[in-house]
């Protein structure tokens, strides 16, 4: 038994370092193609490191048998984000092709759809997984506000950092951890954020539209967490006996959905 333990952590090791190679050929792509400077390389060779260290010594505590086929989707995606990380880094000293820096983010948010739905298929959805996946989110949504910000001005971080901003609050109010009953309505708020950061990030739109799209997109985030907040509040007595949302549903459902969960995340 303990040769098969050894065996397992070893397995799940090699998962994990695997990302992180990945990671660092991904980068050294981009320098090549681009011209990728320091500020970016150092970025991003930062950005695998904590992903690694970070991801590894989740694996190993939560023991999990494998590491899952979800869980491979939500590392490719964390490659990618971590490839945006490195240019938004790079852009303060000269903008990324437009067409990279679309590319790569498109293909994370789409397969955000994805992972989810392997889980389930597989029958492989677990805590970390979970956690994972809307860890993920919530740093790209971080990313891609820094990068936004800087044409559109601070007040775009809102965006990115609201997410952060409720878990620290939950800190000094606990009621704030409550369960929240689903909603249909968070989520599309929180897919809404990483499409209108895209879209603004891509420079394919006016100014003046640019601006209207992520105002809105702010707009319906800080409703739907303002929302989620007075439920809390309200709850925070007792059960909320007839909800019409049905089920309720953990703070993580609250953090993913207010940060860019997609329809389908896990």
Same mark, same amino acid.
């Given at each position: 038994?303990? !040769?098969?333990?050894?065996?397992?952590?070893? %397995? @799940? &090791? &090699?998962?994990?370092?695997?990302?992180?190679?990945? &990671?660092?050929?991904?980068?050294?792509?981009?320098?090549?193609? #681009?011209?990728?400077?320091?500020?970016?390389? !150092?970025? *991003?060779? $930062?950005?695998?490191?904590?992903?690694?260290?970070? +991801?590894?010594?989740?694996?190993?505590?939560?023991?999990?048998?494998?590491?899952? /086929?979800?869980?491979?989707?939500?590392? *490719?995606?964390?490659? %990618?984000?971590?490839?945006?990380?490195?240019?938004?880094?790079?852009?303060?000293?000269?903008?990324?092709?437009?067409?990279?820096?679309?590319? +790569?983010?498109?293909?994370?948010? #789409? @397969?955000?759809?994805?992972?989810?739905?392997?889980?389930?298929?597989?029958?492989?959805?677990?805590?970390?997984? $979970?956690?994972?996946?809307?860890?993920?989110?919530?740093?790209? #949504?971080?990313?891609?506000?820094?990068?936004?910000?800087?044409?559109?001005?601070?007040?775009?971080?809102?965006?990115?950092?609201?997410?952060?901003?409720?878990?620290?609050?939950?800190?000094?109010?606990?009621? !704030?951890?409550?369960?929240?009953? /689903?909603?249909?309505?968070?989520?599309?708020?929180?897919?809404?954020?990483?499409?209108? @950061?895209?879209?603004?990030?891509?420079?394919?739109?006016?100014?003046?539209?640019?601006?209207?799209?992520?105002?809105?997109?702010?707009?319906?985030?800080?409703?739907?967490?303002?929302?989620?907040?007075?439920?809390?509040?309200?709850?925070? *007595?007792?059960?909320? /006996? =007839?909800?019409?949302? =049905? /089920?309720?549903?953990? &703070?993580?459902?609250?953090?993913?959905?207010?940060?860019?969960?997609?329809?389908?995340?896990?």
């Amino acid at each position: 038994m303990a !040769l098969n333990h050894t065996y397992d952590v070893r %397995l @799940l &090791q &090699q998962e994990t370092t695997v990302g992180a190679g990945v &990671q660092v050929l991904l980068l050294a792509l981009l320098g090549t193609a #681009i011209g990728m400077g320091p500020a970016g390389w !150092l970025t *991003g060779l $930062a950005f695998a490191l904590a992903t690694w260290a970070v +991801l590894t010594r989740a694996v190993l505590r939560s023991r999990l048998s494998s590491f899952g /086929p979800a869980n491979r989707v939500t590392l *490719g995606r964390a490659i %990618l984000v971590g490839g945006v990380t490195a240019l938004v880094a790079d852009s303060f000293e000269s903008s990324p092709p437009a067409t990279v820096f679309v590319g +790569l983010t498109a293909v994370a948010l #789409i @397969l955000d759809g994805v992972d989810g739905k392997v889980a389930r298929r597989t029958g492989t959805s677990t805590a970390l997984g $979970a956690r994972f996946d809307m860890e993920v989110d919530a740093f790209l #949504i971080l990313v891609l506000s820094v990068y936004v910000a800087m044409a559109l001005g601070p007040w775009v971080l809102l965006i990115g950092g609201m997410r952060y901003v409720f878990v620290a609050a939950a800190r000094v109010w606990p009621w !704030l951890n409550g369960e929240l009953p /689903p909603s249909m309505a968070r989520k599309t708020v929180a897919a809404v954020q990483g499409v209108a @950061l895209l879209v603004a990030a891509s420079g394919l739109l006016p100014y003046g539209a640019e601006l209207a799209v992520v105002a809105s997109a702010l707009g319906s985030l800080v409703w739907s967490f303002g929302r989620d907040v007075l439920w809390l509040r309200s709850a925070r *007595g007792g059960a909320m /006996p =007839g909800s019409p949302a =049905g /089920p309720a549903g953990s &703070q993580d459902e609250v953090a993913r959905g207010a940060v860019g969960e997609l329809v389908g995340g896990r």
